[in-house]
């Protein structure tokens, strides 16, 4: 499975629960394909690592991190400076913070749309 993930994070979607259970294998598949995350176990989408290499990979990937997330900074940051559209996903504090949403316009231009009024 290892192998499997290494060469398309996806495949996690299709892997034993035991096994998105897994630190290693997550880490694998996110560092492969960001988006993997979705298919982590829950307690894997809140691990700070397991999710700023999925960030770091695809910045689409804060939609499947743990809501406490998308209020840290740093994990924002992140994620808005990898995809802009990110910023859709962050929370409404950071949506209004000048750097974040900087960092998300200066990847995306249209992530202003997404940014606090």
Do not use: I, P, T
């Not at 096994?19 to 691990?47: I, K, M, N, T």
């Not at 940051?77 to 000048?98: F, I, W």
């Amino acid at each position: 499975v290892l192998a499997a993930v290494a060469k398309n994070g996806y495949a996690l979607e299709h892997a034993a629960a035991s096994l998105r259970e897994d630190r290693e294998v997550v880490l694998a598949a996110v560092a492969r394909d960001g988006d993997a995350l979705e298919h982590a176990a829950a307690s894997l989408r809140e691990d700070r690592e397991v999710v700023l290499a999925a960030v770091a990979e695809s910045g689409h990937a804060l939609e499947y991190a743990a809501a406490s997330l998308w209020e840290d900074r740093e994990f924002v940051l992140a994620a808005v400076a990898q995809e802009g559209y990110a910023l859709k996903h962050a929370a409404a504090s950071l949506r209004e913070d000048r750097e974040v949403v900087l960092a998300a316009v200066a990847e995306y231009g249209r992530a202003l749309e997404y940014a606090a009024a």
